[in-house]
């Protein structure tokens, strides 16, 4: 397997946003600069806004906005972890989650791979839908209250898992290919990916979106979570989960191999370990022409 190298330092990740800065802002832009540290825990302690979770495992590189002025170089430092935040001046809002392009990835593997790949299929990765995290968000779905900012997560970790297993389906059946098991994660993974057998979007489950051709799929898998369909999505709306919809597919932009280092750009919401995933399953199952 292509395994990432432990050090953070060996997972340097990088975001793509455009601020633009105004002296008479109303909040301060950072760059946060980080190694072995969760964004959300840095930003809770400071009150920081993001626009997106960086990998804790690594070096990263990311916009973060704040009321208080912390001066030009604020720094904390642990025994193996720290973080910087410097100064890049004043916007007029804060930033709010998805207010960015992508991110830039370099990463260090054991060995060189072979094959390179073009697309892969843009499942959710184990970061969101760690067992803990489905069970968690399943049982939230039925409490009579309003969830908070971390409930919330948990209940999106869950549609995630479903997103997940319901386009496996259609892959199952639309593709050859086989069935990998990572340890932490199980995917279908096609032998080749066909853009014109596979939609540009699948529906991320919620009482608005329309389901098209996910439903039969959708029905098949609440159906194996112990649910009736109509009945779930009934409860998606009394908890105003909208739904939404998510790429099938992405493709590393920019990609390169030097020696054991592989580099590329991944749009908002893309998973750099699931396209190493794929990398893994490329150079060791099937065979490329």
């Known amino acids: 397997m292509y395994k990432i190298k432990q050090k953070p330092e060996f997972f340097i990740v990088s975001e793509v946003a455009q601020h633009k800065i105004n002296k008479d802002g109303n909040f301060f832009l950072y760059l946060l600069i980080k190694r072995n540290m969760n964004t959300l825990d840095i930003a809770k302690k400071l ?78 990765d184990f970061q969101r839908i760690k067992p803990y995290n489905i069970q968690k968000g399943k049982e939230l779905l039925f409490l009579e209250r309003k969830l908070n900012k971390k409930e919330n997560f948990f209940v999106d970790a869950y549609i995630s898992y479903l997103w997940n297993k319901s386009l496996k389906l259609f892959l199952k059946e639309n593709f050859e290919g086989k069935e990998i098991d990572f340890k932490d994660i199980k995917l279908f993974i096609p032998k080749d990916i066909d853009l014109n057998k596979l939609p540009k979007f699948w529906t991320i489950l919620g009482y608005k979106a329309k389901l098209e051709n996910s ?18 999505i009934e409860i998606l709306k009394k908890k105003r989960i909208k739904g939404d919809y998510r790429r099938t597919y992405e493709k590393a932009k920019n990609l390169k191999i030097q020696n054991n280092w592989i580099s590329f750009y991944l749009k908002k919401g893309a998973y750099a370990t699931m396209l190493l995933r794929f990398l893994y399953a490329k150079n060791s199952i099937f065979s490329i022409k």
Do not use: C, H, W
Not at 61 to 75: A, L, P, W
Not at 100 to 119: A, M
């Open 47 to 124: 009150d920081l806004s993001y626009a997106g979770l960086k990998d804790k495992q690594a070096i990263t590189f990311q916009y973060v906005s704040s009321k208080k002025d912390y001066g030009d170089i604020y720094k904390e430092k642990q025994i193996d972890s720290f973080f910087i935040l410097k100064k890049i001046g004043k916007i007029n809002k804060k930033i709010k989650i998805g207010m960015l392009e992508g991110n830039f990835f370099s990463i260090k593997l054991d060995k060189k791979p072979e094959k390179r790949i073009d697309y892969f299929i843009n499942y959710y």
């Open 215 to 232: 439903k039969i799929y959708y029905e098949n898998v609440i159906k194996e979570e112990g649910f009736e369909f109509e009945e779930f």
